[in-house]
């Protein structure tokens, strides 16, 4: 797998769609392909306009060869549910988007269904691949992943049923804005190493903290220094 790498964006939803789907686009246009998509199924509500709307763009996203992934059920943790301590540490850093962190076997797998349901009630067929928010899962989040999609992946390495490919997650969400520049040329250096294989992603929030310039000079520098390949490839 070297010489490789993943190009992501994570989190389009139903309440950022109108403006994700245009960042995508233009990723996709700067790489001259199309990439994988990390898609956030609550659209509970909604309103009918822009559900419909997210539905036909995820429609066309596919026609068009992009990938998706389901992302997570709400990308928000519901506080009222039990977590083990570290599942607490999880949610106070991620600001309480880390959904799946610290629960237990019975409520992981309650909430991995839920998302499967809201992924249903987009019209779409399940997607290959799953991705905890904020790669934050649990003891038992990867198996119950893995009876039901062929991909689960935590920070660190992408799983499929019998192998685990490693593949660093170069991500700039989440950073202080002191550590975006150092963040930005680790990542380059990922790219440059023969090792592994990286994945790139890019979050709704990297326009406002990086900016769309950066984030397309990264993605041609990451096409030029790798081949960009999808989960599916694996």
């Keep these: 797998m070297a010489s490789k790498f993943f190009l992501c964006y994570h989190d389009l939803s139903v ?100 998302g499967m349901v809201l992924w249903g009630a987009l019209g779409l067929d399940l997607p290959r691949g799953f991705v905890p928010p904020a790669w934050y899962g649990n003891a038992h989040l990867k198996e119950q992943v893995l009876s039901k999609f062929d991909f689960y992946e935590d920070r660190f390495a992408v799983y499929k049923k019998s192998q685990k490919i490693l593949s660093p997650a170069l991500s700039f969400a989440g950073l202080p804005k002191l550590s975006l520049n150092v963040a930005q040329t680790s990542a380059c250096l990922a790219l440059r190493s023969p090792l592994g294989t990286p994945r790139l992603v890019f979050h709704p929030v990297d326009f406002e903290t990086i900016g769309e310039a950066r984030i397309l000079n990264l993605t041609r520098y990451a096409v030029l220094k790798r081949t960009q390949i999808f989960y599916r490839d694996l």
């Design 15 to 114: 309440n950022n769609a109108k403006k994700a789907v245009g960042q995508i686009r233009r990723i996709a246009q700067s790489a001259n392909s199309p990439i994988t998509v990390a898609v956030i199924p609550d659209a509970v509500r909604a309103s009918a306009a822009d559900l419909d709307f997210l539905k036909n763009e995820l429609k066309s996203l596919l026609r068009d060869g992009f990938e998706l992934l389901l992302h997570g059920t709400r990308h928000m943790a519901l506080t009222s549910v039990g977590r083990n301590f570290w599942g607490k540490k999880a949610l106070a850093l991620t600001e309480n988007e880390a959904e799946f962190a610290g629960l237990d076997d019975f409520d992981s797998f309650r909430l991995l269904e839920q």
